[in-house]
């Protein structure tokens, strides 16, 4: 929402007068920003974890996963980045390639990419054929003896490109996890929080029908403060809560972080920030693409 935006210095600065504990110490700010991003998501995304990083938002969204559906394995999209903590390092080709290689448990997809990927715009049904190749991953683990926990894929990949995944391709990929026992974590880091314009996530571009079982959120939520979130359904926060091993984090969703939350999605909705980026979105694609038709060497303006 801009540098040191004074709504939200005066958010930070005034809970920080009154109080700053770690979350063991309830508070209404926590209650009052969960209830203020469920506006934001389908209805069954219901139970927010808050923490202080989109590395560890990711990396939760990676345990509630396998302790929900007891399985193992992760599929990814190539190129992705999801995180600088040990476990996402494993299930980020951008990284694991220049590291020490990709592990047993990984499984990576092709980015559905329709300019410069397997299947493109001249291609019949390349929503089904990239869809097809996930299809295949999970019958080649499975023929290994391999389970599928996840399907992990940032809802438009950043690091890989800037792809906008054809409309339906998420659909198609979740209902073959699905089958498999698997769920779909949307990651969010990057793209959420209004940033894609026509929507308040970038999954929603995919349509109404689609619901991932996991969004993960970071950078933009706090607008540089260290806060991050975890939304999910109930059924498998209650897979998770049935270990008896809580999940407890420090300073995720302290009073000041929730305060400073609050007052980015105050600012969104107040400074329209949605429909700014969607018109300078817009205003921008216009005058790229007539510069695409004078200049032979761009080819895909995203």
């Not at 929402?1 to 809970?15: L, R």
């Not at 940032?154 to 800037?162: A, H, K, R």
Request: hydrophobic share 40%; net charge negative; charged share 20%.
């Amino acid at each position: 929402v801009g540098h040191c935006h004074p709504d939200i210095v005066k958010a930070a600065h005034e809970q920080n007068q009154l109080l700053n504990t770690n979350s063991r110490y309830l508070h209404d700010n926590l209650v009052d920003y969960a209830g203020r991003l469920s506006q934001t998501l389908p209805e069954k995304l219901c139970i927010f974890y808050f923490l202080n990083s989109g590395s560890e938002a990711n990396d939760l969204a990676l345990r509630l996963a396998r302790q929900y559906t007891k399985h193992e394995d992760v599929i990814v999209l190539d190129h992705a980045y999801h995180g600088h903590l040990t476990s996402l390092i494993d299930i980020s080709p951008y990284k694991f390639r220049n590291l020490e290689g990709q592990k047993e448990w990984v499984h990576v997809a092709p980015v559905p990419d329709t300019y410069r990927g397997l299947y493109r715009e001249d291609h019949e049904d390349s929503v089904t054929a990239y869809a097809n190749e996930v299809k295949n991953i999970i019958e080649q683990a499975h023929t290994r003896g391999r389970k599928i926990a996840a399907f992990f894929a940032e809802s438009l990949p950043s690091v890989g490109g800037q792809i906008i995944p054809p409309a339906g391709y998420f659909q198609k990929v979740a209902e073959h996890v699905h089958k498999a026992g698997g769920i779909f974590i949307a990651d969010e880091i990057q793209v959420g929080f209004g940033r894609v314009g026509k929507h308040f996530w970038a999954f929603q571009l995919q349509g109404e029908d689609f619901i991932p079982d996991i969004v993960t959120m970071g950078k933009p939520i706090g607008n540089g403060h260290p806060l991050a979130c975890v939304a999910t359904t109930k059924e498998i926060a209650e897979a998770f809560a049935a270990t008896g091993v809580e999940y407890f984090n420090t300073f995720g969703g302290n009073p000041v972080s929730c305060a400073i939350g609050l007052a980015v999605l105050d600012v969104i909705e107040k400074e329209h920030l949605q429909a700014h980026a969607t018109e300078v979105g817009n205003f921008l694609m216009k005058l790229l693409k007539e510069q695409k038709i004078k200049h032979p060497i761009i080819g895909d303006v995203r």
